[in-house]
């Protein structure tokens, strides 16, 4: 009977550990650089790769690991494309965003910091932009 409960309270300690240990994954939002999407584009194809694109401004110009951390952090899907393009808060950037590239108004070219990108082969890039 002892061993009963014993198991029992091992289990239900495991699942608290599992919940808590969920709860404190790292997410964007937790990075420093006050990190704001503002744009955001996912194809409707649900049959094939799923492309992710976002325009996310950041307050600090100069926090480009936390910038790789970010896109990092950002959802991919096996065989499918994500790429998040950075631009600082206090200037100009996308309000809507296209499949095709350029995948804003190339007007903005000029105001990209950077940009991350991980490809269908989950293969990373992370390129901060020489015109800025």
């Known amino acids: ?10 289990i239900g300690a495991l699942l608290m550990w599992f919940v808590v240990d969920a709860l404190r994954q790292p997410s964007p939002q937790d990075l420093p650089g006050e ?7 996912r194809n409707e194809n649900n049959t094939g790769p799923i492309v992710r694109i976002y325009a996310v401004t950041v307050g600090d110009t100069t926090r480009w690991k936390e910038m790789e951390q970010y896109g990092a952090l ?12 950075f631009f600082a808060k206090t200037g100009p950037s996308p309000t809507t965003l296209h499949l095709t590239p350029p995948h804003f108004t190339p ?5 990209c910091l950077a940009s991350y990108e991980k490809d269908l082969m989950s293969k990373v890039s992370f390129v901060r932009h020489p015109f800025n």
Do not use: D, I, R, W
Request: aromatic letters at 18%; a positive charge; proline letters at 3%.
């Open 1 to 10: 009977m002892k061993a009963k409960y014993l198991f029992v309270l091992g």
């Open 35 to 41: 990190f704001e999407e503002v744009a955001q584009f």
């Open 74 to 85: 950002m959802p991919h899907t096996k065989y499918g494309t994500t790429k998040v393009f």
């Open 107 to 111: 007007e903005l070219n000029s105001h």
